[in-house]
T-cell receptor
Framework: DARVTQTPRDKVTEMGQEVTMRCQPI?????VFWYRQTMMQGLELLAY????????DSGMPKDRFSAEMPDATLATLKIQPSEPRDSAVYFC????????????FGQGTRLTVV | AQSVAQPEDQVNVAEGNPLTVKCTYS??????LFWYVQYPNRGLQFLLK??????LVKGSYGFEAEFNKSQTSFHLKKPSALVSDSALYFC???????????FGTGTRLQVFP
């Protein structure tokens, strides 16, 4: 059963530390999304990639966040340095424009910055 | 630019009654519309989508949605609600020429026994 895998599931870190979240998209999907979910802001699109190329990262704070796809099986979201306001659940999703496949979500990484 | 509005933070309905969760969208060009459901501490699960064709779309767990181009709406419906339908529901939109997927703020559905 194909699924999107995110690691870690939970992360507690101290303010100022670097955080790296990883995502393994579904094999064959060429689009990968990173979303952040908070009570106040709902589900925000941070960045997305097609065929490993970043298409839009306008939702991401550029000074501390970075997103990459080193290869087709791995997407990473990095925060350096982390701040308490970054505490949220971060979701990765993958899909495919052709043939209009819906996005499949991972279980998320719950980040707590203290 | 794309955007989605879910005007209700919460919808309450009695078990067995019909339910509607509202969604309106704004997008240039032809929209692709989606509904997802999220249970506590879980990721989002796909329910249904409208790409083209019949305006009434049927999806998982007895849910359906109607695409209304003139009203730019894509409301989620179910004829008879179950307590187990209680969850957070998200509407999302993308466009024909891009797979950028934008979500609404979500609507919490509470079904009372």
């Amino acid at each position: 059963d194909a699924r999107v895998t995110q690691t870690p599931r939970d992360k507690v870190t101290e303010m100022g530390q670097e955080v790296t979240m990883r995502c393994q998209p579904i094999l064959g999907h060429n689009t990968v999304f990173w979303y952040r979910q908070t009570m106040m802001q709902g589900l925000e699109l941070l960045a997305y990639f097609r065929n490993r190329a970043p298409l839009d990262d306008s939702g991401m704070p550029k000074d501390r966040f970075s997103a990459e796809m080193p290869d087709a099986t791995l997407a990473t979201l990095k925060i350096q340095p982390s701040e308490p306001r970054d505490s949220a659940v971060y979701f990765c999703a993958s899909g495919s424009l052709v043939p209009n496949t819906e996005a499949f979500f991972g279980q998320g990484t719950r980040l707590t910055v203290v | 630019a794309q955007s989605v509005a879910q005007p209700e933070d919460q919808v309450n309905v009695a078990e067995g009654n019909p339910l509607t969760v509202k969604c309106t969208y704004s997008v240039s060009g032809n929209p692709y519309l989606f509904w997802y459901v999220q249970y506590p501490n879980r990721g989002l699960q796909f329910l249904l989508k409208y790409i083209t064709g019949d305006n009434l779309v049927k999806g998982s767990y007895g849910f359906e949605a109607e695409f209304n181009k003139s009203q730019t709406s894509f409301h989620l419906k179910k004829p008879s609600a179950l307590v187990s339908d209680s969850a957070l529901y998200f509407c999302a939109v993308s466009r024909q020429d891009t797979d950028k997927l934008i979500f609404g703020t979500g609507t919490r559905l509470q079904v009372f026994p």
